[in-house]
């Protein structure tokens, strides 16, 4: 016996307030912008404040600062295309 074919695919008017679930979704990813540009500011100061007073802990702590708040920036952007990549590699298993 062969199993029968199940398509099932996301239904976006099957539960009351998906619609504002997205919204909540969107408007979070724009706070975790925000934060990562005002992470990348406080990082870039520290790291400039530690350079010029030849502290070398402070300005390694604000280079990881830098690079930790670009990759959060890009994880923010990135989100939706992640999810839909996945999304499409997982229907094609």
Same mark, same amino acid.
């Given at each position: 016996?062969?199993?029968?074919?199940?398509?099932?695919?996301?239904?976006?008017?099957? $539960?009351?307030?998906?619609?504002?679930?997205?919204?909540? /979704?969107?408007? /979070?990813?724009? /706070?975790?912008?925000? $934060? +990562?540009?005002? =992470?990348?500011?406080?990082? =870039?100061?520290?790291?400039?404040?530690?350079?010029?007073? +030849?502290?070398?802990? $402070? !300005?390694?702590?604000?280079? &990881?600062?830098?690079?930790? +708040?670009?990759? =959060? !920036? &890009?994880?923010?952007?990135? =989100?939706?295309? $992640?999810?839909? #990549? #996945?999304? !499409?590699?997982?229907?094609? &298993?």
């Amino acid at each position: 016996m062969v199993p029968m074919n199940i398509d099932i695919t996301p239904n976006d008017s099957g $539960l009351p307030g998906i619609s504002q679930l997205r919204t909540i /979704v969107g408007a /979070v990813m724009t /706070v975790g912008l925000i $934060l +990562s540009v005002l =992470a990348l500011i406080v990082s =870039a100061i520290v790291w400039g404040f530690g350079s010029n007073s +030849s502290n070398p802990h $402070l !300005a390694s702590r604000g280079k &990881v600062g830098v690079l930790v +708040s670009c990759g =959060a !920036a &890009v994880l923010c952007g990135a =989100a939706v295309t $992640l999810i839909n #990549f #996945f999304w !499409a590699v997982g229907q094609q &298993v």
